[in-house]
């Protein structure tokens, strides 16, 4: 089995969807699909029910377009990766497109019994209540 993204025009995922494999050569219907990713991808974009939406494989191993797309992530069409919702405002995208705060979290062995949490409004981590 494989998942698939459908991309609004925004570039924001709406749906995930359980699709074959792209292996797989023909649809349910016996109809010639291909045994491709591209092919799959436009045969379930082309359906009327995903009318407007761009279709992407998505995989849960991560090894397809950076991280198994979710709804509300964002497609980055550059980059050809999946990017979870940004935390907060302040945060920006590293080198390895995980969102990091604009400072450093504490040390944990500081206070390894503490929780922290991070406070948008002050731009620091705080210990968490």
């Given at each position: 089995m494989a998942h698939?993204?459908?991309i609004d025009s925004n570039n924001v995922v709406v749906k995930v969807i359980t699709g074959?494999?792209?292996?797989v050569t023909q649809d349910d219907n016996g109809t010639e699909v291909?045994?491709?990713t591209e092919a799959w991808e436009s045969f379930?974009?082309?359906?009327p029910w995903h009318e407007?939406?761009?279709?992407?494989r998505t995989s849960y191993n991560n090894n397809i377009r950076g991280v198994y797309a979710g709804i509300g992530y964002t497609y980055d069409a550059e980059k050809d990766i999946f990017l979870p919702p940004k935390p907060y405002p302040s945060w920006v995208l590293?080198?390895?497109n995980n969102w990091v705060s604009?400072?450093?979290?504490p040390n944990r062995e500081d206070n390894p019994e503490a929780s922290y949490s991070w406070d948008e409004t002050n731009q620091n981590w705080v210990i968490a209540d």
């Open positions: 698939y993204a459908f074959v494999d792209e292996t291909g045994g491709s379930y974009a082309n359906q407007g939406l761009t279709c992407k590293n080198e390895s604009p400072i450093l979290p």
